[in-house]
């Protein structure tokens, strides 16, 4: 199994930065795109941005120049590292791993979320 923590979620004021981290473990062989979604209350779930395992990024038209994307292979962990934060990117923010597993097997895993609130 393949157990992702998320952290670095939080209250901040309109303009400010936050980063999210999101950590990997367990029965990893190797992890292919990481990436990372938001909810908003209400909502359907919705991508923001994603990262292959070569390191090409992806973002939402809505966030991009505003939010960068990044990986530690070593670490198999993903970043979003988040400025200019906007009321509307408030939100429970989610990491999405592709993983192969030792037993080989491909499958994606969901981090628990972690809540980004903007206030104006």
């Known amino acids: 199994q393949v157990q992702l923590v998320e952290s670095g979620g939080g209250l901040v004021q309109a303009g400010g930065s936050l980063r999210l981290s999101c950590a990997a473990s367990g029965s990893i062989f190797s992890i292919n795109d990481m990436g990372w979604y938001r909810q908003a209350p209400g909502e359907q779930r919705e991508w923001v941005a994603s990262?292959?395992?070569?390191?090409?990024?992806n973002y939402a038209d809505s966030v991009k120049g505003r939010f960068t994307i990044s990986r530690d292979n070593a670490k198999n962990t993903v970043y979003l590292q988040m400025n200019s934060l906007k009321p509307e990117d408030t939100a429970v923010y989610f990491c999405?791993?592709?993983?192969?597993?030792?037993?080989?097997?491909?499958?994606?895993?969901w981090g628990q979320g972690t809540q980004v609130t903007v206030s104006s």
């Open positions: 999405e791993v592709i993983a192969i597993t030792t037993s080989r097997v491909t499958k994606d895993y």
């Open positions: 990262i292959t395992s070569g390191g090409s990024t």
